[in-house]
């Protein structure tokens, strides 16, 4: 796949990660040349199929995260983060029509910035495998209690003040039969008896389309999610440049996007400012990532140094 974006023109040499590793387009198109003479298309052909199914595939795990679930990606950003994540964004959110996709600052050290910043959470439960109408609200009570006594006990130990822990409580349920279950909230404070079994069947039919209401309801597990909140960073908000994004750029590089020619702009991310407003085609070089901005799109750079990408009107 970095063969493929390098020979369409879409990284940037010398700037590959930093500039501290060389790549050579060169090289990349003697690759791609004996796999072309296989499949009988021409080298562009070839890694324009490559991105092709690189995206299809990282589509197809967003479908199942979302669409299969029961949510309409439509309703949502794309967050895109890693080293190559901002080089496939935008055409992934186009095939989900995702209107909005949003670039953290620093993506491609996100995941290690986020298991360092990360809440411990652990997971406690207990099978009941009773219909709901068989059960008492104080013996869902009561095992509650139990579960947040003792998920409260393996915090402490591990560090946590126990008023810093946060006690999540879910119900899996099922219809009587089934052998999956889908995990409701439970909050017994404002839940009447049976207000859990009317959430159920709402989430029945948002995850696989139908329910049945007149169905009995089983309550297979109780589950507590214990919650450590560590300290916490507060981003800083950056005051407000002039949209004229010039001080970032760099170059003019070819690019190839669905069989035309283009001139992208490179720019660096590093001095991009809040405000700035990049059109596409673009390229946005970092030390650890570059983003592809396709033509029809623009680029604005909020107060936390994230790229707001959209579609232009």
Do not use: W
């Not at 440049?241 to 996007?257: H, M, R």
């Amino acid at each position: 796949v970095t063969d493929a974006n390098l020979v369409l023109g879409r990284l940037v040499p010398e700037f590959f990660l930093g500039g501290r590793m060389k790549i050579y387009q060169d090289r990349s198109i003697k690759v791609l040349e004996n796999l072309s003479k296989k499949i009988k298309k021409s080298v562009v052909e070839t890694a324009a199929g490559i991105i092709e199914i690189a995206n299809a595939n990282m589509e197809k795990a967003i479908r199942v995260i979302s669409i299969e679930r029961g949510f309409d990606p439509r309703n949502f950003a794309l967050f895109s983060f890693g080293g190559a994540g901002g080089m496939h964004a935008v055409e992934i959110a186009s095939h989900l029509r995702i209107a909005r996709v949003i670039v953290p600052a620093n993506a491609g050290v996100l995941s290690a910035l986020g298991l360092l910043l990360a809440d411990s959470i652990k997971d406690y439960s207990k099978s009941i495998l009773k219909t709901a109408d068989k059960i008492k609200r104080g013996e869902l009570d009561a095992h509650f209690s139990n579960l947040k006594q003792k998920s409260l006990k393996y915090m402490v130990e591990e560090g946590f003040v126990e008023d810093d822990v946060k006690i999540l409580p879910f119900l899996d349920l099922r219809y009587l039969g089934q052998s999956y279950e889908i995990t409701i909230p439970y909050r017994n404070k404002s839940f009447s008896d049976s207000h859990f079994v009317s959430e159920f069947h709402k989430a029945h039919q948002r995850v696989y389309s139908y329910n049945h209401p007149d169905r009995p309801v089983e309550i297979v597990n109780i589950r507590i999610k214990a919650v450590g909140s560590g300290k916490k960073i507060r981003l800083k908000k950056l005051p407000l440049k002039d949209s004229n994004p010039e001080k970032a750029f760099i170059k003019k590089q070819a690019l190839l996007y669905h069989g035309k020619k283009y001139q992208a702009s490179v720019f660096t991310r590093s001095l991009l400012n809040p405000r700035n407003t990049v059109y596409g085609p673009s390229l946005i070089v970092d030390c650890e990532s570059t983003t592809f901005l396709p033509p029809s799109y623009s680029l604005e750079v909020d107060r936390f140094l994230n790229l707001i990408i959209q579609k232009e009107e």
